[in-house]
């Protein structure tokens, strides 16, 4: 994906934030129902503009306008970035390493899953240099494109950084 | 029947209980705390402390217990004294049933966090530390309780210290309690230098003391119990746990200031400056509560904005010169707040963690236990006639209208009330009434007792307080007996004004007219513009100054102007001036030696 973002997924952006300030404003959804038709109605009738400088040109308008009638207190949801329940659970988020830091009696409580442990460990090892001479093939020499990972190509071999996706802790650890 | 000694044992047998779970662990492994045993622990000692304060109600007998002197210097000792009063009797029993609801109402509400047993110990913990203030008879005691309080404020806002947000909140409450904490030591400070002594009883008479020491000690309650000035922490600490916004943000360390001017009452008497600096101070920070509690849409900052806003209120009261009056708003106040907050924590959970009034509506059919106490723990907020609010507050404003002080602390707190009844009625609308607007799939529930019992506990006590506590204890001062029909219902009239202006309101909000920003509805949401411009301007100045001084006064001025460079400076000038005067020309010379022959000749006549 290049750092620049084309025109449609800007004009989408500014559409669904007018919306949700929208209906931060709006508290009583028939009033914002109402109000987002009218909005939605505005969108549709410079859809077929094909003149990008007067396309950009709306689009500016249509910030413009964005950033006067925002809201000063936007409904965030809980979990999002600047919502209230953001990164709460954080502190419980243990890495898996503290695994091995366990007391041999405080391990033999679990003795299965530790002795599992060990052969998932052993696996880890043996694919890791595998992984990283995979990643170091398929990255362009600049700097890799995307954040996502490739998937494994030969049989046998497991995708890289399989480790780190696993073992990482779930999203609420309670 | 030696009742002081019965009074005494009770008191410290409340004291010693609830340090058992603390104690007991420590000693053996065997015994290790839970949640219910920690609850029980406060409910027995609920109950043992309702015997000593019986005793006070059936006897008026007060007490005051040395335990042990720590003998510091030669004429300077510091005894570990409690003082069993009034106050400490009435306050230990409605501080330990809102504690002990609060606890209950916990085991359900963190029931799912692994470290529920340290966050009931940190509340227990502070629990001891505001009753120790409470029943201090020294400041040196006082300050410990306080200092704890403070501490345990900081654990327990950064209960999840996961979030940034939750540590900057903490972090606030620790810095503005400690700029309030330079106002109580300075007190001591003057008290210790005056008296010799930190003790009540020592305090010297209000006409030996001066206003400096006063000043401390509203400075302490300014930090402490959030008034104009030095209030923002107040708000951020709503990132902790709902039970201790309930606990502690609400009922019992945010009074704590309070407490500090009604027990150092006596020096304040007769200073009119102090008296005028609380009554402004007060009213200022009560509408200012008000004024930001109206545009805010999460429902834990609007209780804390009212919380905010009742205790300017309080603070006014003590600018009147009514720490009595001050006392039992404190006391109605706890029950019908931990209340409120307790019912949003019911109301958190239930839709899953949502808190934004926006996304609320409707409940009244869904939780109706919680919706109804919700209601009535408004109502006695605003100051509902024969609910608990009622008799604290009805009493507090028409002393305020028949005194013949400042009128315009009187047109604010009046107006202040008004906004109480607005954002109170917008909160209910929003919350309980109208059309269904919760987020889909929420766990909404109520039945268990853990949530039910404590709320309609508290419940029971907003109404009735109220009533027991003024029918059991007589008035220290006359209130006002005689006041025209006006000045007797301008509190309700000025309620109902503003409940009729939310309905209005709210009525306006469903027509279909697109709200803008306006100046003063940014005003309000920005909460006054006032933390971003005291917490940078504040701090860049202070840095800039120390740069400046560090820089330009020390290195520049004292180490090089006035040392080495500033003499060599002089030095050079003067070699300058002489040099010109080396000009090899005898005639010169000739003439410096006539000269110097003509100056002793003439100095030794």
């Known amino acids: 994906m290049a750092a620049y973002l084309t025109h449609q997924q800007k004009v989408l952006r500014l559409y ?137 190509r030969k049989e046998g071999h497991l995708p890289p950084m399989w480790w780190h996706h696993v073992t990482r802790p779930r999203e609420r650890p309670m | ?314 603070m006014v009261t003590i600018g009147l010169n009514l720490p009595q009056l001050a006392f039992l708003h404190i006391s109605t106040h706890a029950f019908f707040k931990a209340m409120l907050f307790l019912c949003s924590g019911s109301i958190i959970h239930s839709l899953n963690g949502e808190q934004d009034i926006r996304k609320m509506g409707g409940l009244q059919k869904m939780l109706p236990t919680t919706t109804s106490c919700l209601t009535i723990g408004n109502l006695a907020l605003m100051g509902t006639p024969f609910l608990a609010g009622f008799y604290s507050k009805d009493q507090i404003i028409e002393n305020l209208n028949t005194s013949y002080l400042n009128t315009w602390a009187l047109l604010l707190t009046l107006l202040a009330t008004s906004f109480t009844a607005v954002y109170t009625m917008r909160m209910t609308m929003l919350v309980q009434a109208g059309f269904v607007r919760i987020p889909p799939l929420t766990p909404v529930n109520e039945n268990n007792p853990a949530v039910t019992s404590p709320i309609t506990r508290l419940a029971l006590g907003s109404i009735t307080a109220g009533f027991f506590i003024t029918s059991y204890v007589l008035p220290p001062k006359t209130p006002p007996m005689t006041m025209p029909l006006s000045i007797k219902i301008t509190a309700l009239v000025v309620t109902a004004l503003g409940i009729v202006l939310a309905l209005e309101l709210s009525k306006m909000t469903q027509t279909l007219i697109l709200t803008k920003q306006t100046p003063l509805y940014n005003f309000s949401v920005s909460l006054g513009y006032f933390n971003p411009l005291v917490h940078r301007l504040s701090t860049t100045n202070m840095l800039a100054k120390g740069q400046n001084i560090a820089s330009h006064l020390v290195d520049l001025s004292w180490f090089k102007l006035l040392g080495p460079e500033g003499l060599a400076n002089l030095q050079l000038m003067a070699a300058k001036t002489a040099t010109t005067m080396h000009s090899g020309l005898i005639k010169a010379y000739l003439g410096s030696f006539a000269l110097s022959i003509l100056i002793i000749l003439t100095s030794t006549y």
């Open chain 1, 16 to 152: 669904k934030k007018s919306l949700r300030h929208l209906e931060s404003w709006c508290i009583h959804r028939d009033k914002y129902r109402y109000f987002a038709c009218l909005l939605r109605d505005r969108f549709d009738k410079n859809k077929n503009v094909k003149d990008m400088v007067k396309a950009t040109e709306l689009l500016k308008a249509g910030e413009a306008e964005f950033w006067a009638n925002q809201h000063p207190q936007p409904y965030v949801f809980a979990d999002s970035p600047g919502g209230i329940a953001y990164e709460r659970y954080e502190l419980y988020k243990i890495p898996e390493w503290c695994l091995d830091f366990w007391h041999p009696s405080e391990k033999a409580m679990y003795p299965d899953y530790f002795a599992k442990r060990e052969q998932w460990k052993k696996l880890q090892q043996e694919s890791w240099e595998r992984e990283i001479k995979q990643l170091q093939e398929e990255t362009p020499a600049d700097g890799p494109k995307t954040e996502a990972l490739p998937p494994a």
């Open chain 2, 1 to 314: 029947m030696d009742l002081p000694l019965v009074l005494n044992i009770f008191m410290l047998l409340t004291l010693t209980t609830l340090i058992t779970p603390i104690i007991f662990p420590l000693l053996s492994n065997n015994l290790k705390n839970t949640p219910t045993i920690i609850t029980d622990t406060v409910k027995t000692s609920f109950l043992i402390s309702l015997i000593p304060m019986t005793i006070h109600i059936h006897s008026g007998m007060e007490s005051l217990t040395t335990l042990w002197e720590w003998k510091f210097i030669m004429n300077f000792k510091i005894p570990l004294s409690f003082k069993i009063d009034f106050y400490s009797l009435t306050f230990f029993p409605i501080a330990l049933f809102v504690s002990w609801s609060i606890l209950q109402f916990a085991t359900w509400y963190m029931a799912s966090d692994p470290y529920i047993t340290k966050f009931f110990t940190y509340l227990l913990l502070f629990l001891i530390a505001m009753l120790i203030l409470i029943i201090a008879n020294n400041l040196f005691v006082l300050f410990i309780g306080w200092e704890g309080v403070g501490i345990m404020s900081f654990l327990l806002i950064s209960w999840w210290h996961g979030r940034a947000e939750a540590n900057t909140a903490a972090l606030q409450a620790v810095l503005y309690n400690r700029v309030g904490d330079v106002g109580l030591i300075l007190c001591m400070a003057w008290l210790a230098y005056t008296t010799n002594s930190w003790e009540i009883q020592q305090f010297p008479s209000p006409s030996q003391t001066t206003t400096l020491p006063l000043l401390g000690l509203i400075l302490a309650a300014t930090g402490k119990s959030a008034q104009f000035g030095l209030h923002p922490w107040l708000p951020a600490a709503m990132e902790g746990p709902t039970p201790v916004s309930a606990l502690l943000h609400s009922s019992t360390m945010v009074v704590a200031g309070i407490f500090l001017l009604i027990r150092t009452h006596p020096l304040f008497t007769n200073n009119q400056t102090a008296l005028t600096l609380c009554l402004c101070l007060g009213a200022l920070s009560t509408l200012f509560a008000a004024t930001c509690a109206l545009t805010q849409n999460d429902i834990k900052k609007i209780i804390a904005f009212s919380t905010s806003s009742q205790l300017g209120l309080m």
